[in-house]
Nanobody
Framework: QVQLAESGGGLVQAGGSLRLSCAAS????????MGWYRQAPGKQRELVAT???????NYADSVKGRFTISRDNANNTVYLQMNSLKPEDTAVYYC???????????????WGQGTQVTVSS
């Protein structure tokens, strides 16, 4: 069984910062990529940032220059440092991982339960 556990969400004023963490645990053989997505009320889930096992990153245009994704491969953990937060960043943030479970042939996509980020104006 594989689980993704997120932490770090909360309420912050515009211009403030938050750091999200997501740790993958369970029977994991390898992790290919990890990332963060978000879903605001009434909107579709959207990509925020991703990072591969080799460290290559990809960001949504709306967060470039403000958010930084990083990864601790030894501890199967991904972080999202969010600076200069705006009210439009308010959403539930979900951790995602493409990984190969132990004794599995293929990789699968796993999701965390989500953590609320609220930015007040």
């Amino acid at each position: 069984q594989v689980q993704l556990a997120e932490s770090g969400g909360g309420l912050v004023q515009a211009g403030g910062s938050l750091r999200l963490s997501c740790a993958a645990s369970g029977s994991i053989f390898s992790i290919r990529a990890m990332g963060w997505y978000r879903q605001a009320p009434g909107k579709q889930r959207e990509l925020v940032a991703t990072i591969t096992s080799g460290g290559s990153t990809n960001y949504a245009d709306s967060v470039k220059g403000r958010f930084t994704i990083s990864r601790d491969n030894a501890n199967n953990t991904v972080y999202l440092q969010m600076n200069s937060l705006k009210p439009e960043d308010t959403a539930v943030y979900y951790c995602n991982s493409h990984l190969q479970p132990t004794r599995a042939v293929y990789t699968y996509s796993y999701w965390g339960q989500g953590t609320q980020v609220t930015v007040s104006s």
